[in-house]
């Protein structure tokens, strides 16, 4: 099926953010599609994992589309909070995935866990694997990870998701501060991103 480049594909995502992250990634010459107007349900993501998820997405848009699909599955890990929200990352934000929901509820429950963790580092990491499927056959799935730390507020209006509280590794921005441009060569779809360039 592989054995030249993908022409055609289909990105796996109900998340505007994402689609348009993914899409300024993929090489120019990939004729993308997207789920908006598809009328396709999403699927029960009941995997363990980011990976287990990212596949079911993968293989279910494929299957219903029959177009090689490459679904993302990300999340926010916080070691205080025993690596949540991780996989639930999203549901954190309830029904519609809203993410200042999500950051409140983060800050709730680090309050809890320790009420002077605004004066501390708190580590924490993205996650995000992506996956490319055929139908009902994986044809690759890998994962990117950056670590950083939890800002104890929100900054900067840019990206989406958990990306105002977000600050990586040796930098004093949050995600939300930086350029999506810069952004983009620095976070964990990246360098997920880089592990399946061959294949695209």
């Known amino acids: 099926m592989l054995n030249k480049k993908i022409k055609k594909l289909l990105i796996g995502t109900n998340n505007r953010g ?3 992250e993914i899409r300024d990634l993929l090489p120019k010459n990939i004729k993308t599609f997207s789920l908006s107007g598809l009328k396709i349900k999403s699927p029960k993501e009941n995997g363990k994992n980011f990976s287990q998820n990212s596949l079911i997405k993968s293989k279910y848009y494929s299957k219903k589309t029959g177009l090689i699909c490459l679904a993302d599955d990300s999340g926010l890990e916080i070691d205080l909070l025993k690596k949540r929200p991780g996989i639930f990352s999203a549901r954190w934000g309830g029904k519609n995935s809203n993410f200042s929901k999500a950051i409140k509820k983060i800050f709730r429950e680090l309050n809890k866990k320790d009420k002077n963790w605004k004066n501390k580092k708190i580590k924490a990491r993205f996650v995000c694997a992506l996956s490319l499927s055929f139908l009902n056959k994986k044809i690759i799935c890998v994962v990117g990870k950056v670590e950083g730390t939890i800002s104890p507020e929100p900054k900067g209006n840019n990206g989406f998701g958990y990306d105002p509280i977000f ?13 999506p441009s810069q952004k983009y060569k620095l976070d964990h779809r990246y ?10």
Not at 191 to 200: D, G, M, Q, V
Request: hydrophobic fraction near 40%; glycine fraction near 4%.
């Open 191 to 200: 360098i997920a991103f880089k592990k399946i360039k061959k294949f695209l």
């Open 18 to 20: 994402k689609l348009k």
């Open 167 to 179: 600050i990586l590794k040796n930098k004093k921005k949050t995600f939300g501060e930086m350029k």
